[in-house]
């Protein structure tokens, strides 16, 4: 279990903001990605959650090499994935595959489903000789629970959910070791969602996966990742077990989070104990210096403006956490009435 | 131009509404005909919502919420898509049998929709603030500086942060949450009187949802606007809901309060819907699913539509189609036995 297939250190994708049409001139950059380290090891569900534009998909796409790092490094097996040649990036997308955020825009709607799941056969035909390639389609359909009787039809043709398992079916294509699953199920209707969650821990264990799984629903997250880490602004803030992160969050942007997630009991509508973050978050092209956090933060002091808090093991808890002042705090998650915790936000 | 369609909103629309239900759906049948033969979509949908109130639209994926939505919209696909039976009332008339002038005026008088696949319906060769800004200039005959002025606002209430700066960026350069909020200003900026939301806030995080429902609900109390709540979200539902009407295979399955609904559901499919939600206080083993997949709508099963899924299913179910029947006065059920489940302890 500690093995490690994935190793992903200081990691940096920065954007630049030009102007100018005929001279372009770069006037700043976006952090997209600041400085993010972890490791995937073997077999397991490590789950990333943040803020929307917190860099959770610049992230999946710096993984899969579809896109190049401004700094940092990923060894994939022992070796860097920016330094590979032709044949052995090739390999690297057999073995990476992505599953996208959305399944509307994600399949081009002029393929049929079985060209769509056969595709990858084109590209890798050592996988499946052609011959088998229909039969290895419709094995697929199955698979993830759509009717190989459907091999003909085009992508408008399915709902949401389907789509997404036909996303599923061609990233299993061809056999990877590691599937990056940005926002799988965010889009389902919740006994779809179910399914596709139970579909994709079985196959897991089928076939040995590891999973990057980004997701904005921590309910989902907790359920399906061995570890968490929470994102803001482009900085992984708290790196953990699913138990540390959902039973002990030290950082206060993932209390914050635990906090707001809805529960599904009318009765709690009322008393609910949430820590309403005020404020925006910061554009990233210009994040505050220090804690990135710290504009929203109602524990910030002043030091929390000068120096950038590392992700690092902290006194008084078992996981890193990248606060000056990381310690537990009760969070009401259950769906049992709390109380009513209003937290005043400081300014600097 | 965009998938966000706003209607023109005369201004004296507004005044002397009469007051009762805004919205019906009564026994709305569609069916696509396709390649494949007839697929019957919908089938006998009836939901209303009333000024100020919140109806959420649950159900699995495919089951004709959408598809509901674009014909109350006006812009089902047609062909392969067919209105063939049902009425649509806004404010008592119905809109399937009147005029195209005339139904353009009443949807005129502001009936908005943010659509599900929002994401990619921004276009790409201009900004965000000329996209919104658009409607302003279009519809309300604005000045461009004026209407890119708004623009800003409308990004500004929908929580996108440096709005007076985003505004004149490209929607690449957006992430997804922030496009989705975009389309949600845009949906928003000529204040509908009913607002249909079809997953509205499914791509952002929760605590940006949690904003938004509130703006939701802010814009709802000081308009009375109507919203129609389509989510697969059950969380969001217990916070926001006033009333909830399930769907499944094209019908109404079960329609109640919300307080009501989650206590006590009245039929086995929102029972295995409640049961299949992940959640945030512990670590599940596996989680309930609902077995099998939705029918083909274009071999709809015989009798209830549910029961080759379903766990109480006895024989009359597959003969007999259990009609959508009034338990009390405030909830109904279409099971054959969903007075013995409103009865169970
Ligand atoms: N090609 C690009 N050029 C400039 N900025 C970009 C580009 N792609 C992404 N960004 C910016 O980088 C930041 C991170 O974006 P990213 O798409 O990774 O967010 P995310 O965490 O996946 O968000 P979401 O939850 O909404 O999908 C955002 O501020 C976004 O605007
Ligand atoms: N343009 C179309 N042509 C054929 N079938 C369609 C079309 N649009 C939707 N459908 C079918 O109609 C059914 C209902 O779809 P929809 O209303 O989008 O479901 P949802 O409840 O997920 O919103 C689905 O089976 C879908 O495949
Ligand atoms: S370092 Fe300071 S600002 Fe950042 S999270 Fe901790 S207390 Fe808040
Ligand atoms: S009518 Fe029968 S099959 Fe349908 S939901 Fe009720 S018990 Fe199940
Ligand atoms: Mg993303
Ligand atoms: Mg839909």
């Given at each position: ?6 190793e ?12 100018g ?18 490791d ?55 073995n ?13 709607p002029?393929?049929t ?15 499946a000789?052609k011959?088998s ?5 419709q094995?697929?359909?199955e698979?993830v ?5 459907h091999?003909?039809?085009y ?10 398992r036909?996303g599923?079916a061609?990233?299993?294509?061809l056999?990877?070791?590691i ?11 919740v ?31 907790r ?25 002990r969050?030290t ?13 599904p ?11 309403r973050?005020?404020g ?45 002042f990381?310690?537990?705090r009760?969070?009401?998650v ?5 109380e ?9 | ?16 509404r ?20 007839v ?11 009333d ?5 959420a ?14 014909t ?16 649509i009332r806004?404010h ?13 005026r009443i ?23 000329f ?15 004026d209407?890119?002025k708004?623009?800003a606002?409308?990004l500004?209430?929908?929580?996108i ?27 928003l ?7 249909i939301?079809?997953?509205?806030t ?25 919203l ?15 009333r ?6 094209g ?29 945030i ?27 080759p ?18 338990l ?18």
């Amino acid at each position: 279990m500690t093995e490690s297939i994935l190793e992903v250190r200081d990691l940096v994708k920065y954007y630049p903001v030009t102007r100018g049409i005929v001279f372009k001139k770069t006037i700043g950059h976006v952090q997209a990605v600041d400085g993010v380290s972890f490791d995937l090891h073997k077999g397991e569900t490590l789950g990333v959650v943040g803020e929307s534009g917190c860099g959770k998909s610049t992230l999946a796409k710096v993984l899969m090499h579809l896109e190049k790092p401004t700094s940092g490094g990923v060894t994939f097996n022992g070796q860097d994935i920016y330094k590979l040649g032709a044949g052995g990036l090739r390999r690297l997308r057999r073995n990476i595959q992505l599953v996208m955020q959305d399944p509307y825009t994600s399949l081009n709607p002029r393929m049929t489903v079985g060209d769509l799941i056969g595709e990858p056969f084109e590209i890798h035909p050592e996988v499946a000789p052609k011959a088998s390639r229909r039969q290895k389609v419709q094995e697929l359909l199955e698979v993830v629970g759509l009717n190989p009787e459907h091999i003909n039809r085009y992508p408008h043709q399915f709902s949401g959910g389907q789509r997404q398992r036909i996303g599923i079916a061609r990233a299993l294509a061809l056999r990877p070791e590691i599937i990056v699953c940005d926002e799988p199920v965010s889009a389902l209707d919740v006994s779809i969602q179910a399914q596709v969650m139970n579909l994709l821990e079985k196959l897991q264990d089928e076939f040995g996966l590891s999973y990057i799984f980004i997701a904005h629903d921590l309910s989902v997250v907790r359920h399906l990742a061995d570890r968490v880490a929470v994102m803001y602004l482009g900085k992984i803030v708290e790196l953990g077990s699913e138990e540390q992160i959902y039973e002990r969050p030290t950082h206060p942007y993932t209390q914050a989070l635990l906090s707001a997630v809805p529960v599904p009991d009318p009765n709690s509508r009322h008393n609910k104990a949430i820590i309403r973050l005020t404020g925006d978050v910061p554009s990233p092209t210009n994040p505050p210096s220090g804690c990135r956090f710290r504009t929203r933060c109602w524990k910030a002091e002043e030091v929390c403006a000068r120096e950038v808090p590392l992700l690092e093991l902290r006194s008084g808890s078992d996981h890193p956490s990248a606060c000056h002042f990381a310690e537990k705090r009760e969070i009401v998650v259950s769906h049992e009435a709390g109380e009513l915790t209003e937290l005043p936000t400081r300014t600097l | 131009m965009s998938n966000v369609y706003v209607a023109d909103k005369p201004s004296a629309a507004r005044e002397g509404r009469p007051s009762g239900r805004l919205l019906e759906v009564e026994d709305l049948r569609v069916e696509f005909r396709t390649r494949d033969g007839v697929a019957k979509v919908i089938n006998g949908v009836t939901y209303h919502v009333d000024a100020g109130e919140t109806l959420a639209v649950l159900g699995e994926s495919g089951s004709g919420k959408s598809v509901t939505a674009q014909t109350i919209m006006g812009i089902l696909d047609t062909p392969p898509g067919f209105v063939t039976g049902g009425e649509i009332r806004f404010h008592g008339k119905d809109m399937l049998t009147m005029s195209a002038e005339e139904r353009r005026r009443i949807r005129g008088e502001g009936i908005a929709m943010v659509f599900q696949d929002a994401l990619s319906a921004l276009n790409p060769v201009f900004t965000v603030g000329f996209q919104i800004a658009e409607q302003f200039r279009v519809r309300r005959g604005m000045s461009r500086r004026d209407a890119k002025k708004r623009a800003a606002e409308m990004l500004d209430q929908v929580k996108i942060p440096n709005a007076k700066q985003r505004v004149n960026e490209y929607p690449h350069q957006f992430s997804g949450g922030m496009r989705q909020r975009v389309m949600i200003a845009m949906s928003l900026a000529l204040d509908p009187e009913v607002l249909i939301a079809d997953e509205p806030t499914t791509a952002l995080d929760v605590t940006v949802q949690a904003q938004i429902m509130d703006l939701l609900g802010e814009l709802q109390r000081e308009r009375q606007m109507g919203l129609i709540l389509i989510t697969h979200d059950l969380g969001v539902v217990a916070d926001v809901a006033d009333r909830i009407a399930v769907m499944y295979a094209g019908r109404i399955v079960e329609e109640a309060g919300v307080y009501e609904l989650y206590a006590k559901p009245a039929h086995p499919y929102t029972i295995g819907l409640l049961e299949s939600i992940p959640r945030i206080d512990e670590k599940g083993q596996q989680l309930r699913t609902i077995r099998g997949l939705p029918p083909s709508l274009l071999r709809i099963p015989t009798g209830c539509p549910f029961h080759p899924r379903c766990p109480m299913a006895q024989p009359v179910c597959a003969e007999k189609v259990p009609p959508l029947l009034q338990l009390g006065s405030t909830r109904a059920s279409a099971c054959h036995f969903a007075e013995e489940l409103v009865k169970r302890d």
